[in-house]
């Protein structure tokens, strides 16, 4: 079968990087789309609303997540993605027959809902189909499927521009739905082997294992470690092209595609460095993920500051470049760090644990920059986010540990020696 070939657990990435891609680019449209939008929904010429759009998407994604992760670990991978990319590409494609604020605010919330099913349950299969020494190049390169995403959705405002808004939701909802078909037919799961015993044919409850999980102090350490640099990173998501646009005088059609493909082809870079790195420095050295994510992080430190203050195409595309390479050395090695802490039966309900925090840190910073802007203040803020991250990666050198580079189940290694 397909699925058993060697390069299959490549394809599989191959296949989800396009879905990653769809994620990105059918949430962040909206971002840059605003100007379009406004002339016919004329409440979105309050940033303050449109951040209420915004954050409306997170918050229920956030409240999503972790049953998302627990739906993962228990039920067919393949079917939840699939099902996932279909909702909510038939939500973008009824987003362009929105009329009014809370039409738009209704389809954002249930957009919230079905990609929310997308991320626990493929990280966990590539976890699954990738060991050690593939783990965080294979996640990195379905990250920059995100990141692509990010970029197209940038030039949103230019399509939109061309043709209309309407017709922007129309056309990239008909392409997830299409693609959906193609997943239908070559995505495959795959599970670790389950070792031998008395109720090893029986389906676990789906809380079971979630308060062993929730008792495990580096999980919760991860679970800071992931939050906070999700202040910035949802703020870059939804406020960078604003802050372009703000800072360089330009309108959003010029400002969202600059803003979003220097994040993009930076994190590119920094997910495949960070992976490839991580993958080897592992081999040597089991704090080598931990090592390498760090890194990646404290390229964002300053990032932040020049991105806070600068006021010239050059400062802010350079900071936005390091930020976005020091983040994809980040994003390439969560799931891995999770890897070496939580075992494979529990690894998409602590992604989805995790998600959430992120999430809810983003939904958060999203509305509160929505005030910022309104106030003039946007650049300011996006400054003093550089403190939260300095003791975010205090915090994971001084605390975490591992003391495996793949942790398994005790019984599954005695069955498997």
Known sequence: MMKNARYYPWLVVALLWLVALLNYLDRQMLSTMRPAIQIDI???????????????????????S???????????????ITGSLFVWSAVTLLMGYAGDFWQLYALRAVMGVSEALYIPAALSMIADYHTGKTRSLAVGIHMTG?????????????????????????????????????????LHEKRPEMPAG???????????????????????????????????GWAIKNWLPT??????GVPMSEAGPLATITIAAS?????????????????????????????GLSLTIPALLFLGLGNSVFFLVAAAFFFGAGFGMFDANNMPILCQFVSPRNRATAYGIMNMGGVFSGALITGWLGRSTDAGNLGRDFALMSVVILAAVVMLLVTLKPGSRDFQDETADASNP
């Open 42 to 64: 004329h409440e979105l010429e309050s940033a303050t609303n449109f951040g209420r759009l915004m954050a409306v998407f997170l918050w229920i994604y956030g409240l999503m």
């Open 66 to 80: 972790p049953l998302s992760g627990l739906a993962a670990d228990r039920f067919n991978r393949k079917w939840l």
């Open 146 to 186: 995100l990141y692509m995403g990010q970029a197209l959705g940038g030039f949103g405002a230019t399509i939109a521009a061309v043709a209309s808004w309407q017709a922007t939701f129309h056309w990239f909802g008909l392409i997830g739905i299409a693609y959906a078909v193609v997943l239908m037919a070559f």
């Open 198 to 232: 008395p109720v090893s044919g029986q389906r676990k409850p789906l809380f079971g294992g979630l308060k062993g999980l929730l008792g495990l102090l580096p999980f919760w350490v991860i679970f800071l470690y992931f939050s906070i640099p999700s202040i910035p």
């Open 243 to 248: 802050l372009f646009s703000g800072s360089l």
């Open 267 to 295: 994190s590119l870079i920094g997910v495949v460095a960070g992976g490839m790195l991580s993958d080897r420095w592992v081999q040597h050295n089991l704090r080598g993920r931990v090592y390498t994510s760090a890194i």
